[in-house]
């Protein structure tokens, strides 16, 4: 259930603004069930029991124009696998330099990924939810400042993205610090096709979540092997994403393919290329697709390799630690996606998709079903 009193100590602050702000409310929801199809299995949160919380949403959207080319926006979201609670996703002062150029400052969201903007406006796309296996960074948001410019060049659209600033909160492995974030994206588009691409880079230092690490590194530094515990962890070191996209939007054929590359330095985070193709095909109302993704995460055994000598010492325990922590990154899947939209409402969209994933390093598959309506207003 929705926090009540936090919902309406942060609408009330939202809501008030000098006499002459134009305000607009819009919001968008997910009202979502799924299970996996196998008893042992459990993929992007599901299990085999029915669950209608853990893709569930809503959010609600407040801009406020202020005048003289100055705007403020927030978004507010509770999440069914976070229990609803109410937080900002986005929060951030706009001011128009001129008709194609927007400054953007506060909390935004990071231009990663073609549907970064929309990825939780399930309604923007004709998938159930976006291809997991590219939008995996672990965070979406960074809090800084951005420029967005749009304009013609060469006959094409064009949209550039400049972003700067940093991020501090929970990613994927453990609490995680961003500093210096800096990059860009550009977007081409003329007719029924677009292209994409994209380049972010900063220093990033960790936290593991998992102990395991932890206790491996306190050892590694006390038995004066701080040379591979360095090798390991994360310590304002270079991390680069670099995205590359595209797509066809011609009568009824719509074709989405997007490819990313994640990599950090001196890290035992493994370089990580993801990617996807999407085929769907327009019949009135009814919308089927299908999408594979691909992911292929390279561990990095150079780490651990010039210390093999260790395996038949008293420091054996710290080696093969070190071994088993680089070797976890290694991960090759293929994720196969069967579905279709249904649009039985002006504003709101009936989805079914069926998700079929292989683990190839093991052979092990799983299988997951889900049904529900994403909806504006």
């Known amino acids: ?138 965070f979406d948001n960074i809090e800084g400042v951005s420029l967005y410019r749009t304009g013609i060049i060469a006959g094409f659209d064009s949209t550039i993205m400049v972003m700067i600033g940093g991020y501090n909160g929970t990613t994927g492995l453990g609490d995680g610090k961003l500093e210096g974030f800096y990059g860009a994206s550009w977007e081409l588009s003329r007719d029924w096709y677009n292209f994409r691409v994209a380049y972010y880079t900063a220093d990033a230092t960790l936290t593991f979540a998992n102990e395991s690490v932890n206790t491996l590194l306190a050892g590694l530094n006390g038995n004066g092997l701080s040379a591979l515990a360095s090798e390991i962890s994360f310590d304002k070191d270079k991390g680069t994403f670099i995205g590359i996209g595209g797509g066809i939007d011609r009568e009824n054929l719509v074709i989405v393919a997007e490819f990313n590359r994640t990599e950090v330095d001196n890290t035992f985070f493994a370089k990580r290329d993801n990617y996807f193709i999407s085929v769907a095909y327009r019949m009135g109302s009814v919308t089927p697709y299908i999408s594979h993704e691909w992911e292929r995460h390279d561990a990095k055994p150079e780490i651990y390799l010039p210390y093999q000598g260790l395996a038949g010492t008293p420091a054996a ?49 799983a299988g997951l079903l889900v049904a529900g309506v994403d909806l504006v207003f």
């Open 1 to 138: 259930m929705f926090k009540k009193s936090v919902l309406a100590l942060a609408t009330a602050g939202l809501f008030t603004f000098p006499a002459y702000a134009d305000l607009t409310i819009n919001g968008f929801a997910s009202i979502k069930a799924g299970m996996t199809t196998g008893s042992d299995d459990s993929l992007y949160g599901y299990t085999d029991e029915l669950d209608f919380k853990n893709e569930s949403l809503m959010a609600i959207q407040v801009r406020s124009d202020l005048g003289e080319k100055l705007s403020v926006t927030a978004q507010l979201m509770g999440r069914g696998n976070e229990d609803f609670d109410i937080g900002f996703e986005w929060a951030f002062l706009s001011y128009q330099l001129d008709d194609n150029t927007t400054i953007n400052a506060g909390r935004l969201r990071a231009p990663f990924y073609k549907y970064s903007e929309y990825m939780d406006v399930g309604y923007a796309y004709d998938w159930s939810r976006v291809p997991r296996s590219v939008y995996g960074l672990g």
């Open 317 to 365: 325990p710290l080696y093969f630690g070190a071994v088993a922590t680089v070797d976890s990154q290694q991960r090759e899947a293929d994720t196969l996606n069967v579905g279709l939209r249904y649009d039985f409402h002006p504003s709101a969209a009936f989805k079914l998709q069926f998700t079929s994933q292989k683990n190839v390093l093991t052979d092990d598959r």
